[in-house]
Protein backbone atom coordinates (compact mmCIF):
# COMPACT_ATOMS: atom_id res chain seq x y z
CA UNK A 1 0.00 0.00 0.00
CA UNK A 2 1.44 3.28 -0.69
CA UNK A 3 1.10 4.25 2.75
CA UNK A 4 3.73 6.55 2.27
CA UNK A 5 3.01 8.67 -1.23
CA UNK A 6 4.02 11.73 -2.38
CA UNK A 7 6.18 12.34 1.30
CA UNK A 8 9.65 13.49 0.45
CA UNK A 9 12.02 11.92 3.14
CA UNK A 10 15.87 13.23 3.01
CA UNK A 11 17.81 9.67 4.64
CA UNK A 12 21.00 11.45 6.43
CA UNK A 13 23.35 8.41 6.30
CA UNK A 14 26.77 8.70 8.50
CA UNK A 15 29.30 6.24 8.72
CA UNK A 16 28.57 3.33 10.46
CA UNK A 17 28.47 -0.67 9.65
CA UNK A 18 24.83 -0.04 9.97
CA UNK A 19 24.67 1.85 6.53
CA UNK A 20 24.86 -0.83 4.60
CA UNK A 21 21.22 -1.50 5.53
CA UNK A 22 20.10 1.89 3.83
CA UNK A 23 19.91 0.16 0.46
CA UNK A 24 16.97 -1.87 1.59
CA UNK A 25 15.30 1.05 3.91
CA UNK A 26 15.49 3.28 0.85
CA UNK A 27 13.63 0.66 -1.88
CA UNK A 28 10.71 -0.49 1.22
CA UNK A 29 10.23 3.47 1.88
CA UNK A 30 10.28 4.19 -2.00
CA UNK A 31 7.91 0.81 -2.31
CA UNK A 32 5.02 2.81 -0.29
CA UNK A 33 5.02 5.99 -2.16
CA UNK A 34 7.88 8.22 -0.66
CA UNK A 35 10.82 10.66 -2.80
CA UNK A 36 13.93 9.38 -0.75
CA UNK A 37 16.86 11.84 -1.59
CA UNK A 38 20.15 10.93 -0.23
CA UNK A 39 22.86 12.62 1.96
CA UNK A 40 25.88 10.89 2.60
CA UNK A 41 28.85 11.53 5.18
CA UNK A 42 32.34 10.67 3.62
CA UNK A 43 32.47 8.26 6.92
CA UNK A 44 29.19 6.93 5.63
CA UNK A 45 30.77 6.42 1.94
CA UNK A 46 33.44 3.43 3.67
CA UNK A 47 30.57 1.62 4.61
CA UNK A 48 28.00 1.84 1.07
CA UNK A 49 28.95 3.20 -2.14
CA UNK A 50 27.34 6.69 -3.46
CA UNK A 51 26.88 4.57 -6.71
CA UNK A 52 24.08 2.29 -5.07
CA UNK A 53 22.36 4.92 -2.71
CA UNK A 54 22.21 6.65 -5.96
CA UNK A 55 20.58 3.41 -7.71
CA UNK A 56 18.16 2.61 -5.39
CA UNK A 57 16.86 6.63 -4.37
CA UNK A 58 17.13 7.26 -8.51
CA UNK A 59 18.60 10.47 -7.47
CA UNK A 60 21.63 11.32 -7.13
CA UNK A 61 23.70 11.24 -3.97
CA UNK A 62 24.47 14.39 -2.23
CA UNK A 63 27.64 14.57 -0.30
CA UNK A 64 29.36 17.49 -0.40
CA UNK A 65 28.95 21.55 0.64
CA UNK A 66 31.30 22.52 -2.16
CA UNK A 67 30.27 20.67 -4.89
CA UNK A 68 29.67 23.56 -7.26
CA UNK A 69 27.44 21.00 -9.86
CA UNK A 70 25.13 19.87 -7.06
CA UNK A 71 24.52 23.31 -5.90
CA UNK A 72 23.39 23.95 -9.20
CA UNK A 73 20.93 21.13 -9.27
CA UNK A 74 19.38 21.18 -5.49
CA UNK A 75 21.31 23.52 -3.61
CA UNK A 76 21.71 22.43 0.35
CA UNK A 77 19.20 24.96 1.22
CA UNK A 78 16.65 23.76 -1.25
CA UNK A 79 17.72 20.19 -0.24
CA UNK A 80 16.63 20.98 3.22
CA UNK A 81 13.37 22.99 2.49
CA UNK A 82 12.58 19.66 0.39
CA UNK A 83 11.99 17.48 2.93
CA UNK A 84 9.15 16.36 4.88
CA UNK A 85 11.34 14.07 7.40
CA UNK A 86 15.22 13.87 7.45
CA UNK A 87 15.83 10.87 8.90
CA UNK A 88 19.53 10.01 10.11
CA UNK A 89 20.23 6.04 9.93
CA UNK A 90 22.38 5.35 11.19
CA UNK A 91 22.98 8.02 13.35
CA UNK A 92 26.34 7.72 14.62
CA UNK A 93 27.85 9.23 18.17
CA UNK A 94 29.80 11.56 16.86
CA UNK A 95 26.99 12.76 14.41
CA UNK A 96 24.53 13.10 17.59
CA UNK A 97 27.48 15.18 19.32
CA UNK A 98 27.38 16.88 16.24
CA UNK A 99 23.89 18.08 16.28
CA UNK A 100 23.65 18.55 20.27
CA UNK A 101 26.55 21.28 19.90
CA UNK A 102 24.70 22.78 16.25
CA UNK A 103 27.40 22.38 13.93
CA UNK A 104 27.84 22.63 10.37
CA UNK A 105 30.81 21.28 9.25
CA UNK A 106 29.44 19.42 6.36
CA UNK A 107 26.40 18.97 3.93
CA UNK A 108 24.59 16.75 6.33
CA UNK A 109 24.99 18.87 9.74
CA UNK A 110 24.29 21.92 7.91
CA UNK A 111 21.31 20.57 6.10
CA UNK A 112 20.34 19.24 9.78
CA UNK A 113 20.66 22.76 11.13
CA UNK A 114 19.01 24.45 7.47
CA UNK A 115 16.01 22.39 7.66
CA UNK A 116 12.30 22.84 9.24
CA UNK A 117 11.34 19.85 8.67
CA UNK A 118 10.67 16.88 11.70
CA UNK A 119 14.06 14.91 12.17
CA UNK A 120 14.34 11.47 13.48
CA UNK A 121 17.33 10.12 14.70
CA UNK A 122 18.04 6.37 14.47
CA UNK A 123 21.02 5.84 16.64
CA UNK A 124 23.78 2.90 15.61
CA UNK A 125 26.93 2.79 17.89
CA UNK A 126 29.00 0.14 19.79
CA UNK A 127 27.16 -0.60 23.14
CA UNK A 128 29.71 2.03 25.29
CA UNK A 129 29.67 4.55 22.98
CA UNK A 130 25.94 4.17 23.37
CA UNK A 131 25.49 4.06 27.12
CA UNK A 132 28.63 6.71 27.57
CA UNK A 133 27.19 9.70 29.76
CA UNK A 134 28.27 12.41 26.63
CA UNK A 135 26.07 10.26 23.84
CA UNK A 136 22.80 10.02 26.61
CA UNK A 137 23.53 13.78 27.29
CA UNK A 138 23.59 14.69 23.60
CA UNK A 139 20.78 12.16 22.65
CA UNK A 140 18.46 14.11 25.85
CA UNK A 141 19.67 17.64 24.40
CA UNK A 142 18.40 16.85 20.55
CA UNK A 143 15.55 15.51 22.30
CA UNK A 144 14.37 18.16 23.94
CA UNK A 145 15.29 20.22 21.09
CA UNK A 146 12.32 18.05 19.45
CA UNK A 147 14.06 15.66 17.48
CA UNK A 148 12.62 12.43 17.30
CA UNK A 149 14.61 9.19 18.88
CA UNK A 150 14.13 6.14 16.96
CA UNK A 151 16.21 2.93 18.99
CA UNK A 152 18.49 1.70 19.36
CA UNK A 153 17.36 -2.05 19.57
CA UNK A 154 19.51 -3.54 21.66
CA UNK A 155 21.15 -7.15 20.96
CA UNK A 156 24.31 -8.30 19.45
CA UNK A 157 26.53 -6.10 17.74
CA UNK A 158 29.08 -5.88 14.40
CA UNK A 159 31.86 -5.55 16.93
CA UNK A 160 31.06 -8.64 18.85
CA UNK A 161 29.50 -6.67 21.80
CA UNK A 162 25.89 -7.08 23.30
CA UNK A 163 23.73 -4.30 24.27
CA UNK A 164 22.14 -1.22 23.25
CA UNK A 165 23.13 0.51 19.90
CA UNK A 166 21.72 -1.32 17.17
CA UNK A 167 20.16 0.48 14.68
CA UNK A 168 16.47 -0.69 13.81
CA UNK A 169 15.85 -2.70 10.83
CA UNK A 170 14.94 -1.30 7.82
CA UNK A 171 11.27 -2.08 8.43
CA UNK A 172 10.64 -1.06 11.74
CA UNK A 173 12.24 2.51 10.30
CA UNK A 174 9.42 2.09 7.77
CA UNK A 175 6.74 1.71 10.11
CA UNK A 176 8.07 4.15 12.30
CA UNK A 177 8.09 6.98 9.13
CA UNK A 178 4.35 5.39 8.24
CA UNK A 179 3.73 6.05 11.74
CA UNK A 180 4.74 9.57 12.06
CA UNK A 181 3.17 10.69 9.00
CA UNK A 182 0.06 9.33 10.39
CA UNK A 183 0.26 10.83 13.39
CA UNK A 184 1.17 14.81 11.83
CA UNK A 185 -2.24 13.94 9.74
CA UNK A 186 -4.00 14.10 12.67
CA UNK A 187 -2.68 17.14 14.02
CA UNK A 188 -2.66 19.13 10.58
CA UNK A 189 -6.46 18.27 10.37
CA UNK A 190 -6.75 19.94 13.70
CA UNK A 191 -10.01 18.23 14.94
CA UNK A 192 -10.39 19.75 18.17
CA UNK A 193 -10.34 23.22 16.41
CA UNK A 194 -13.24 25.52 17.66
CA UNK A 195 -13.51 23.90 21.09
CA UNK A 196 -11.91 24.86 24.47
CA UNK A 197 -10.21 22.83 27.10
CA UNK A 198 -9.01 23.38 30.69
CA UNK A 199 -6.67 21.18 32.38
CA UNK A 200 -5.78 21.46 36.23
CA UNK A 201 -2.62 19.75 36.48
CA UNK A 202 0.22 19.30 38.78
CA UNK A 203 0.35 18.86 43.00
CA UNK A 204 -1.54 21.31 45.37
CA UNK A 205 0.78 23.26 48.10
CA UNK A 206 -0.72 22.94 51.66
CA UNK A 207 0.60 25.44 54.03
CA UNK A 208 1.39 24.91 57.50
CA UNK A 209 2.69 28.05 58.43
CA UNK A 210 5.05 30.89 56.06
CA UNK A 211 7.85 28.56 55.42
CA UNK A 212 6.37 25.06 55.26
CA UNK A 213 3.52 23.18 53.55
CA UNK A 214 2.30 19.80 52.75
CA UNK A 215 2.52 18.63 48.86
CA UNK A 216 2.93 15.36 46.63
CA UNK A 217 4.92 14.25 44.23
CA UNK A 218 3.17 15.08 40.90
CA UNK A 219 5.28 16.72 38.56
CA UNK A 220 2.81 18.25 36.26
CA UNK A 221 4.01 16.60 33.16
CA UNK A 222 0.57 14.67 32.45
CA UNK A 223 -1.06 17.62 32.27
CA UNK A 224 1.37 20.12 30.67
CA UNK A 225 1.60 17.16 27.82
CA UNK A 226 -2.65 17.27 27.97
CA UNK A 227 -2.21 21.36 27.23
CA UNK A 228 -0.05 20.87 24.68
CA UNK A 229 -1.52 18.42 22.84
CA UNK A 230 -5.09 19.73 23.25
CA UNK A 231 -2.96 22.60 21.54
CA UNK A 232 -1.58 21.15 18.61
CA UNK A 233 -4.90 19.17 18.30
CA UNK A 234 -6.38 23.14 17.09
CA UNK A 235 -8.12 23.76 20.66
CA UNK A 236 -7.93 26.70 22.58
CA UNK A 237 -6.61 25.66 26.27
CA UNK A 238 -6.21 27.11 29.53
CA UNK A 239 -3.81 25.46 31.96
CA UNK A 240 -4.71 26.22 35.79
CA UNK A 241 -1.31 24.69 37.17
CA UNK A 242 -0.30 24.11 40.48
CA UNK A 243 3.67 24.50 41.76
CA UNK A 244 5.46 23.31 38.95
CA UNK A 245 9.04 23.48 37.13
CA UNK A 246 8.01 23.25 33.79
CA UNK A 247 7.48 25.83 30.63
CA UNK A 248 4.09 26.61 29.22
CA UNK A 249 3.45 24.60 26.13
CA UNK A 250 2.93 27.08 23.30
CA UNK A 251 -0.26 29.39 22.45
CA UNK A 252 -1.68 28.24 26.02
CA UNK A 253 -3.08 30.42 28.18
CA UNK A 254 -1.57 29.34 32.08
CA UNK A 255 -2.70 30.65 35.56
CA UNK A 256 -0.55 29.73 38.65
CA UNK A 257 -2.07 28.40 42.07
CA UNK A 258 -0.84 27.09 44.58
CA UNK A 259 -3.19 25.17 46.69
CA UNK A 260 -6.61 23.16 46.47
CA UNK A 261 -8.70 26.49 47.62
CA UNK A 262 -6.82 28.39 44.98
CA UNK A 263 -7.01 25.79 42.20
CA UNK A 264 -10.66 25.37 43.07
CA UNK A 265 -11.70 29.22 42.78
CA UNK A 266 -9.89 29.06 39.76
CA UNK A 267 -11.24 26.04 37.86
CA UNK A 268 -14.56 26.98 38.96
CA UNK A 269 -14.18 30.47 37.43
CA UNK A 270 -13.48 29.28 33.85
CA UNK A 271 -14.97 25.74 34.08
CA UNK A 272 -18.75 27.16 32.28
CA UNK A 273 -16.72 29.21 29.68
CA UNK A 274 -15.32 25.68 28.62
CA UNK A 275 -16.29 22.67 26.50
CA UNK A 276 -14.09 20.17 28.24
CA UNK A 277 -12.27 19.91 31.88
CA UNK A 278 -9.64 17.42 32.51
CA UNK A 279 -9.03 17.16 35.99
CA UNK A 280 -4.98 15.94 35.91
CA UNK A 281 -3.98 17.47 39.21
CA UNK A 282 -3.01 15.74 42.24
CA UNK A 283 -5.31 17.78 44.67
CA UNK A 284 -4.34 17.63 48.17
CA UNK A 285 -7.55 15.85 50.08
CA UNK A 286 -7.06 17.64 52.74
CA UNK A 287 -4.91 20.63 54.26
CA UNK A 288 -3.56 22.28 57.41
CA UNK A 289 -6.99 23.28 59.50
CA UNK A 290 -5.12 26.29 60.82
CA UNK A 291 -2.44 28.31 59.23
CA UNK A 292 0.20 30.00 61.28
CA UNK A 293 1.17 33.34 61.13
CA UNK A 294 4.24 32.67 62.08
CA UNK A 295 6.66 29.70 61.93
CA UNK A 296 6.01 27.01 63.81
CA UNK A 297 8.68 26.65 66.93
CA UNK A 298 9.97 23.17 68.17
CA UNK A 299 9.00 22.52 71.69
CA UNK A 300 10.71 21.19 74.41
CA UNK A 301 8.07 19.93 76.60
CA UNK A 302 7.01 17.42 73.53
CA UNK A 303 8.48 15.02 71.01
CA UNK A 304 5.33 14.66 68.85
CA UNK A 305 3.16 17.27 67.16
CA UNK A 306 -0.29 16.73 65.98
CA UNK A 307 -1.56 18.62 62.45
CA UNK A 308 -5.46 18.61 62.38
CA UNK A 309 -6.29 18.64 58.67
CA UNK A 310 -10.28 19.17 57.05
CA UNK A 311 -10.58 18.41 53.71
CA UNK A 312 -10.22 20.54 50.78
CA UNK A 313 -13.44 20.83 48.23
CA UNK A 314 -13.30 18.09 45.25
CA UNK A 315 -12.57 20.39 42.80
CA UNK A 316 -13.74 17.96 39.74
CA UNK A 317 -16.75 16.71 41.89
CA UNK A 318 -17.56 20.61 42.00
CA UNK A 319 -17.51 21.40 38.02
CA UNK A 320 -19.24 17.51 36.86
CA UNK A 321 -22.38 18.98 39.33
CA UNK A 322 -22.71 22.37 37.62
CA UNK A 323 -25.96 22.64 36.49
CA UNK A 324 -26.10 24.99 33.59
CA UNK A 325 -22.85 24.87 31.08
CA UNK A 326 -21.54 21.87 32.80
CA UNK A 327 -18.39 21.16 30.67
CA UNK A 328 -17.90 17.52 29.49
CA UNK A 329 -15.80 16.45 32.88
CA UNK A 330 -13.17 14.05 32.83
CA UNK A 331 -10.86 12.73 35.88
CA UNK A 332 -7.58 11.31 36.61
CA UNK A 333 -7.19 8.39 39.00
CA UNK A 334 -3.62 7.19 40.31
CA UNK A 335 -4.41 3.24 42.24
CA UNK A 336 -2.12 1.26 43.72
CA UNK A 337 -4.54 -1.65 43.50
CA UNK A 338 -7.77 -3.11 41.88
CA UNK A 339 -7.57 -0.10 39.37
CA UNK A 340 -10.68 -0.98 37.23
CA UNK A 341 -12.95 -0.68 40.85
CA UNK A 342 -11.36 2.08 42.25
CA UNK A 343 -11.91 4.01 39.00
CA UNK A 344 -15.43 2.81 37.93
CA UNK A 345 -16.05 3.97 41.57
CA UNK A 346 -14.91 7.51 40.97
CA UNK A 347 -16.41 7.76 37.86
CA UNK A 348 -19.59 6.95 39.22
CA UNK A 349 -19.13 8.83 42.68
CA UNK A 350 -17.84 11.86 41.28
CA UNK A 351 -20.62 12.01 38.39
CA UNK A 352 -17.70 12.25 35.79
CA UNK A 353 -17.73 11.49 31.56
CA UNK A 354 -14.65 9.80 31.54
CA UNK A 355 -11.29 8.30 33.91
CA UNK A 356 -8.11 7.79 32.97
CA UNK A 357 -6.83 5.28 35.73
CA UNK A 358 -3.25 4.36 35.99
CA UNK A 359 -1.55 1.99 38.24
CA UNK A 360 1.29 4.40 40.26
CA UNK A 361 2.50 0.64 42.02
CA UNK A 362 4.38 -0.48 38.69
CA UNK A 363 7.87 0.97 38.64
CA UNK A 364 8.11 3.41 35.35
CA UNK A 365 4.95 4.69 35.28
CA UNK A 366 3.01 7.63 36.94
CA UNK A 367 4.35 10.23 39.16
CA UNK A 368 7.22 12.07 37.48
CA UNK A 369 7.72 9.42 34.77
CA UNK A 370 8.37 10.58 31.61
CA UNK A 371 5.86 7.42 30.80
CA UNK A 372 2.61 6.12 31.51
CA UNK A 373 0.45 3.52 30.93
CA UNK A 374 -3.52 4.36 30.78
CA UNK A 375 -6.96 2.56 30.96
CA UNK A 376 -9.97 5.59 30.41
CA UNK A 377 -13.46 4.29 31.25
CA UNK A 378 -16.17 5.83 30.81
CA UNK A 379 -20.17 4.41 29.90
CA UNK A 380 -19.44 3.30 27.02
CA UNK A 381 -16.70 0.82 28.08
CA UNK A 382 -12.80 1.10 28.41
CA UNK A 383 -9.82 1.73 26.28
CA UNK A 384 -6.27 0.60 27.10
CA UNK A 385 -3.06 2.65 26.18
CA UNK A 386 -0.47 0.72 27.23
CA UNK A 387 3.08 1.97 28.17
CA UNK A 388 4.29 4.88 26.31
CA UNK A 389 5.68 8.55 26.66
CA UNK A 390 3.45 10.93 28.61
CA UNK A 391 3.21 12.70 25.05
CA UNK A 392 1.82 10.19 22.98
CA UNK A 393 -0.81 9.18 25.45
CA UNK A 394 -1.33 12.67 26.07
CA UNK A 395 -2.27 12.79 21.92
CA UNK A 396 -4.38 9.53 22.66
CA UNK A 397 -6.46 10.48 25.36
CA UNK A 398 -7.27 14.02 23.53
CA UNK A 399 -8.39 11.84 20.17
CA UNK A 400 -10.61 9.88 22.55
CA UNK A 401 -12.13 12.43 23.86
CA UNK A 402 -12.69 14.02 21.26
CA UNK A 403 -14.25 10.81 19.69
CA UNK A 404 -16.92 11.58 22.79
CA UNK A 405 -17.66 14.98 22.59
O1 LIG B 1 -10.41 10.67 44.75
P1 LIG B 1 -9.16 10.92 44.01
O2 LIG B 1 -8.34 12.04 44.60
O3 LIG B 1 -8.32 9.72 43.73
O4 LIG B 1 -9.68 11.41 42.58
C1 LIG B 1 -8.81 11.81 41.60
C2 LIG B 1 -9.49 12.80 40.71
O5 LIG B 1 -10.16 13.78 41.47
C3 LIG B 1 -8.48 13.57 39.89
O6 LIG B 1 -9.08 13.89 38.67
C4 LIG B 1 -8.23 14.80 40.74
O7 LIG B 1 -7.77 15.88 39.95
C5 LIG B 1 -9.60 15.07 41.32
N1 LIG B 1 -9.61 15.71 42.64
C6 LIG B 1 -10.12 16.99 42.76
N2 LIG B 1 -10.19 17.61 43.99
C7 LIG B 1 -9.79 16.96 45.09
C8 LIG B 1 -9.26 15.68 45.00
C9 LIG B 1 -9.19 15.07 43.76
O8 LIG B 1 -10.49 17.59 41.74
N3 LIG B 1 -9.87 17.59 46.26
Known amino acids: MQTL ?23 RLIERGAEVRVVMTNAAKEFITPLTMQAVSGHPVADSL ?7 SMGHIELAKWADLVLL ?12 AGMGNDLLSTLILATDAPVA ?14 TQENIATIERRGMHIWGPAAGEQACGDIGPGRMLEPMQLVELSEQFFQDRQVFLDKPLEGKSILISAG ?21 FALAAAAKQLGAHVTLVSGPVSLPTPDGVSRTNVESAI ?11 SHNVFISCAAVADY ?15 SDQMTISMVKNPDIVASVASLQ ?8 FAAETQDVERYARGKLARKNLDMICANDVSVEGQGFNNNSNAITIYDKQGELELPLASKNELAKAIMMHINDRI
Open 89 to 100: APATADLIARMA
Open 324 to 331: KNRPFTVG
Open 121 to 134: VSPAMNQQMYLNTA
Open 262 to 272: EMHKSVLDYAT
Open 287 to 301: RPEIVADQKIKKTDD
Open 5 to 27: AGKKILLGISGGIAAYKCAELTR
Open 66 to 72: LDPAAEA
Open 203 to 223: PTREALDPVRYITNHSSGKMG
